[in-house]
């Protein structure tokens, strides 16, 4: 098998299957042949072993064996990114002192990077904290392509859907909640493409919900609407644009543009190809259908 097919195989398998991932990758840095691989692999060694597993020193090990593969020099890409790893596997297994000694970029990414390993073991406190943090050295500036930008998008994308799922929220925890799916849209234009922005305004609209600010949520949705209007949107992400739409003006008492939306989603739900439609399927039951 090619790294390549390895890695999107891995991806698509580890949130359900993270310890058959885990073990997968333990086999496989024998795959890691270019220097260029080593970045990838480590992020997703962090991500699986931190977020979903929280076997902390089981990822270091891994981490400190990916340095002594050949296809490992001595460049700052390759050392930076493992280091920065371990300092995440480290800092979210609970030592404070990982922090010591990084740059400020790579403590926002490790920052960023831990508050969603922290909100994946339901630790929400730390992951707020984490964020937080990490946001505000982020005000200082980071460079054009800094890893340290798509960090902030992924935690926060990753921390504000950990939040909606939680049930009990305090008040620190909803601020929390939208603070960082702001931080994620706000870092996704940066480091993605219209689809992760329009993915984005969507995951705000929700947190927003989730948190009372109804007239802010409608807001949110209308962009969401807009980035794929102006991109030309698939069907899908039509759908789930308009439909978290019909939601929020429902939600704000708007009943008669609510429905005007959810007619536009059923409109587009109609074009969705059927292999996808089984990923609307709790969009349509929230519509009412």
Known sequence: MSFDAFMETAWADHADQPDAVAMRLERSLGLVDTPTHVPAYARLVTHVFGEHLGQWQRGITLLDALRKVPACDDSAPISTAIARGIA????????AAALQGLSPEDRIVVLATASAAFAGHRRFVPAVSAYAEAVELAQAGLP?????IRALAVGGNNLAC?????PDRNSLETGGMVAAAEGALRYWKLAGTWL???RAEYRLTRSRLQAGDRDGAVRSA???VAVCEDNGAPPMEMF???????VA?????????GAAARSQALQQYALVAPEEQQWCKSG?????R
């Open 88 to 95: 995440t596997l480290r800092y979210a297994g609970g030592d």
């Open 144 to 148: 054009a392509g800094s890893p340290a």
């Open 162 to 166: 950990a939040l909606e799922e939680k």
């Open 196 to 198: 992760e922005e329009e």
């Open 222 to 224: 209308l962009r969401c």
């Open 240 to 246: 789930f644009a308009h439909a978290v739409l019909a």
């Open 249 to 257: 003006l429902r939600a704000a008492g708007d009943h008669e543009a």
């Open 284 to 288: 349509l039951e929230e519509l009412g």
